[in-house]
Nanobody, 130 residues
């Protein structure tokens, strides 16, 4: 069982930056091998995979955020991060972190298959004003 808690959201001006955190509470020692992902959902839009990272540290990003967002993890702290720079109004959404202990079919694949992730946080809102 894994509990995920996101933090760090808020309101920011376009061009600014925000760092999201996702703390994982788990009794397993296998967190470092988990696939982790950040997803977002804006009102009246479908959920979108933003960034993912696997246990080896391989990463993948949505085209809309590549070069602006960076996903990272601190396995010693069981924490996932999303550094979001040069924010745009269209980045406004509820951001969720997700985890899966399985192997999957690659980090890029996992971002297109949110249903594969079996642990989700409650979300943190990011609002970017232009």
């Amino acid at each position: 069982q894994v509990q995920l808690v996101e933090s760090g959201g808020g309101s920011v001006q376009a061009g600014g930056f925000v760092r999201l955190s996702c703390a994982a509470a788990t009794y397993t020692l296998m967190y470092s091998s988990y696939y982790m992902g950040w997803f977002r959902q804006a009102p009246v839009k479908e959920r979108e995979g933003v960034a993912g990272i696997n246990g080896d540290g391989s990463t993948s990003y949505a085209a809309s955020v590549k070069g602006r967002f960076t996903i990272s993890r601190d396995n010693a702290k069981n924490t996932l991060y999303l550094q979001m720079n040069r924010l745009k109004a269209e980045d406004t959404a509820m951001y969720y972190c997700a985890a899966n202990a399985g192997v999957g079919y690659g980090v890029s694949w996992s971002l297109n298959h949110a249903e594969w992730f079996n642990y989700w946080g409650q979300g943190t809102q990011v609002t970017v004003s232009s």
